[in-house]
């Protein structure tokens, strides 16, 4: 691969996150509203230590790039409706920012002048900050991300490969899951487990899981491997966890939820029961060679 993605989408160990989904203003073109965000990345080096990604609406950037972008890729347009009714809400939006740095007031100023320059063409349709949890747990208590793909790995896995359409950029899945805490809490460890289908204490995927534990849900051998970014959200009273999944296919990424619901089989995942997605956007995340041309 020689086509350079966007590194941000790579930048591990950054303590604070801003996710700022964006909707372009009434009257705007895409190609101003493209303009506009490449604008923010020059100079095309970090600053503070602060990494930027920009990704937009797959329709969007299809009208700008035609002939630059994936074949058959398009916005989360219509919610995904499984078991029992249980649904992840589609909440496609044009375009997101994802910031991230050493430290939230870096992240802080560098998302309030981005708001500001894009002011003229978009507008903020959802703001989410996040912070890691005892290093690399999420808010159930277990270790997030234990089958990630090293650093070594990972570009293959996320990023489209030179010679096709899109190369070099990625597909990326951002949603916002809200944790009942009660919930989850007041369930022994052994049966938190279950629904994980990994130990508490060491993340060692259970010889036993369940057919509907989120390990078996999300069997990455089954749909393809991702690169997870997750991070938790939210305040002590209302918080879960901003889902972050980046692949070279759409296809993992949307066989995956549809397993997570219990779409075709019926089998839905144990941990909806106790965390509920708010949102749901695909967004095409260009290379840095298509973001500037």
């Known amino acids: 691969m020689t086509t350079a993605p966007q590194a941000g989408i790579f930048a591990l160990g950054t303590a604070s996150h801003a996710y700022l989904e964006l909707d372009i203003r009434p009257g705007v073109d895409a190609h101003t509203l493209v303009g506009a965000v490449t604008g923010l990345r020059e ?34 347009n219509r919610p995904v409706v499984g078991r029992d009714g249980f649904t992840m809400p589609a909440t496609q939006h044009d375009a997101v920012l994802w910031i991230s740095g050493s430290a939230y007031d870096v992240v802080f100023d560098v998302a309030r002048s981005a708001i500001a320059a894009l002011g003229d063409v978009a507008l903020v349709a959802d703001e989410t900050s996040s912070w890691p ?63 994980i289908g990994r130990s508490k204490v060491d993340s ?8 509907d ?8 051998d089954e749909f393809g491997k991702i690169f997870r970014r997750n991070m938790p959200y ?13 692949s070279l296919e759409q296809s993992r990424l949307a066989r995956m939820l549809d397993s997570m619901a219990g779409v075709g089989d019926g089998v839905r995942d144990a941990l909806t029961n106790f965390a509920t997605p708010l949102t749901g956007a ?4 260009p290379s840095l060679r298509d973001l500037t041309q």
């Open 43 to 76: 100079p095309r080096t970090t600053m503070g230590g602060v990494n930027l990604v920009a990704g937009f609406r797959p329709e969007l950037w299809l009208e700008v790039f035609p002939d630059d972008a994936p074949a058959g890729l398009e916005g989360f």
């Open 133 to 195: 949890y005892h290093h690399d747990r999420d808010l159930t208590g277990f270790i997030d991300g234990t089958e990630n793909p090293t650093l070594i790995e990972a570009p293959d896995i996320a990023v489209i490969e030179d010679g096709n359409p899109g190369a070099g950029g990625s597909v990326l899945l951002l949603q916002k899951w809200v944790h009942d805490a009660a919930r989850w809490e007041s369930e022994s460890v052994d049966r938190q487990a279950q629904v």
């Open 204 to 211: 060692a995927e259970l010889d036993d899981k369940p057919a």
């Open 213 to 220: 534990s989120h390990v078996a849900r999300t069997d990455q």
């Open 234 to 246: 939210g305040t002590v009273t209302d918080h879960g966890t901003m889902f972050v999944g980046f």
């Open 282 to 285: 695909y967004y095409f995340v």
